[in-house]
């Protein structure tokens, strides 16, 4: 018959325990602090890396995405505040509420035309057009780092994917799966036909109706009658490449 084991053995497994845990206690503590100090060191050397390379980071936008990347992996946000040493170096945090303050002119300003939602290819394309003086370039990273930091203004600010193309919308408009469908459809031409959504998506006629009336309703979409065949054109500005009227207003 096996013997259960005594008090003295029990107080001696349970020192035991006690010493494996303080020891593991220890190592995790140790492997923190390392971790801690290659993270300083890494934060100093990207400091470093700042200072010589100031005049690329603020003119090239590639050099520029690039250094955001690095100081992702490291724990940095440049644009977190205007205030401290990122400021102070780089100016990056004016540079990017600069561009917030022009995309949130360009959203209102073509607003009537697209309803609130407007392709970023061609608001990086008009934001360029009314920065052209400047020397700093503008690129789709540029524009989707400041529109980031437009999401505490609320009234929607938020980038959203539609198929292949990103569109940012500047209304609390939320738009549901059939609306997305209808917009990526639209990609091919720049408009649909409540004809072609029924057979391209398999829709019945009062599905495809009452989504493009709420696109129609919601400034979305435009109207066109005047074709030979007599259906009507549903056109979206926000994917098509008619040029946004009024950003230059």
């Not at 325990?17 to 993270?39: F, I, P, S």
């Not at 010589?52 to 724990?75: L, W, Y």
Request: glycine share 8%; with cysteine; charged share 30%.
């Amino acid at each position: 018959m096996r013997r259960r084991p005594g008090i003295g053995g029990l107080q001696t497994a349970a020192a035991a325990r006690d010493q494996y845990r303080l020891l593991g206690e220890n190592v995790a503590k140790l492997r923190t602090d390392l971790m801690k100090e290659q993270l300083a060191t890494f934060r100093s050397q990207l400091e470093d890396f700042a200072r010589k390379h100031k005049n690329d980071i603020r003119k090239n936008p590639t050099f520029r995405s690039q250094f955001h990347e690095m100081c992702a992996k490291v724990g940095v946000d440049p644009l977190a505040s205007n205030k401290g040493f990122w400021a102070e170096l780089l100016g990056i945090g004016d540079f990017y509420y600069e561009l917030g303050v022009q995309i949130v002119d360009i959203c209102l300003a073509t607003r009537a035309h697209n309803g609130g939602l407007i392709n970023l290819q061609e608001l990086c394309k008009l934001l360029r057009q009314r920065r052209k003086s400047d020397r700093e370039l503008v690129s789709e990273d540029d524009c989707l780092r400041a529109i980031s930091k437009l999401k505490v203004l609320g009234s929607g600010f938020e980038v959203i994917s539609v198929g292949k193309k990103k569109l940012v919308r500047s209304v609390p408009t939320e738009l549901n799966k059939d609306h997305n469908q209808i917009l990526e459809l639209a990609q091919a031409q720049g408009f649909v036909t409540v004809d072609e959504v029924e057979r391209r998506l398999s829709w019945t006629s009062g599905r495809a109706i009452d989504a493009l009336d709420t696109l129609l309703d919601d400034g979305l979409a435009m109207i066109d009658d005047g074709h030979r065949d007599g259906k009507r054109r549903y056109w979206f500005p926000c994917v098509s490449s008619i040029t946004s009227v009024g950003a230059d207003s």
